[in-house]
């Protein structure tokens, strides 16, 4: 017989919401913390003294950050939720309506009890609703993970100078691989310092506008770093996209160096015969991310 759940599990994915969002902006991702100290090592070794100063002085932001118990940018960023649901929590009645109710509750404690900033307004009116939620905020993504009985809960703060700098076109198959390269290239030379590089560079291919969208946010925000596409071919073009990235001289905050991007990921889908949609999302130096574990009788775990 099927133990349906209680509102203990509500209660803990309310608080793992509120902690999460603090933990992002406080408690930069060990792989991030890798990859920052690997471009710092390369540009040493370049005898690139502008780019070793700038990557000295964000590791020794992070450490600052650890210290004091402080976040590592003033940008709160817009709260992004992403819920992987056991399907076996599911049969056991989860409601999903209550979850997202609690992920809202959850950004809006973070923000009051911290307290953080709220970057929250109103589009037309720049109203701020001092919450950092609101009409369609936070954003929460919900899948499904069969043979699962935990919810597995990441969020992700994304910030404004890396998140204006999102790009989508709708390229035609003839283009081809050149023409996504190409793409991708001149969405980084366009960014150049706005998003706080060396960046994450997330790509979206196929699928709809739309789903090419939530892909390259998924490829930004989600994936850790040194991770590869399971795909081989798309591994490969991460790999050649990385390479022709730092290749541009960009460097650290736009100062020049071989450390433009810190990783190239790309997440893809099917598409239709007469389309090739790719969209680009950056993600800042921060890689800011968080992950909670909540099972069915409400204990939460905070992998690193």
């Known amino acids: ?25 406080t408690d930069i991702p060990q792989d991030v913390r890798a990859a920052l100290k690997r471009g710092h090592d ?16 964000v590791l020794e932001n992070v450490k600052l950050a650890d210290e004091k ?25 989860l409601d999903m309506v209550e979850l997202k109710k609690r992920l809202k509750i959850a950004a809006e404690r973070a923000t009051k009890e911290y307290p953080l900033r709220s970057s929250s307004v109103h589009p037309i009116t720049r109203k701020n609703t001092q919450t950092n939620t609101g009409q369609g905020l936070p954003i929460i993504k919900i ?13 992700s703060p994304k910030g404004s100078g890396s998140e204006n700098m ?19 290239i ?7 310092a706005n998003p706080c590089p060396p960046v994450i560079v997330g790509i979206g291919i196929g699928g709809t506008s739309d789903v090419a969208a939530a892909l390259a946010k998924e490829a930004s925000c989600f994936r850790k770093i040194g991770t590869a596409n399971a795909d081989p071919q798309v591994a490969q073009l991460e790999k050649e996209l990385l390479d022709l990235i730092n290749q541009t ?56």
């Open 69 to 93: 118990d402080m976040m590592v940018c003033q940008d709160t960023g817009l709260p992004i939720y992403k819920a992987l649901i056991g399907n076996k929590l599911a049969e056991r009645g």
């Open 186 to 192: 001149e969405c980084v030379f366009e960014s150049g």
């Open 143 to 155: 899948d499904f993970v069969p043979d699962s009985d935990v919810i597995e809960l990441w969020m």
């Open 1 to 25: 017989m099927t133990t349906m759940l209680t509102g203990t599990i509500y209660d803990a994915i309310e608080d793992a919401g509120r902690n999460l969002y603090i933990k992002a902006l």
């Open 42 to 57: 390369s540009e040493t070794a370049a005898g690139n003294k502008t780019a070793t100063k700038v990557m000295l002085t």
């Open 166 to 184: 999102s790009f989508l076109r709708m390229l035609k198959p003839a283009d081809g691989i050149k023409s996504v390269k190409r793409f991708v």
């Open 249 to 304: 001289g960009i460097g650290p905050q736009g100062l020049g160096g071989s450390t433009t991007a810190m990783a190239c990921h790309i997440e893809w889908a099917h598409t239709h015969i007469s389309q090739l949609p790719v969209a680009v999302n950056m993600q800042c130096w921060r890689g800011e991310r968080a992950c909670a574990i909540i099972d069915g009788e409400g204990s939460v775990t905070y992998p690193d």
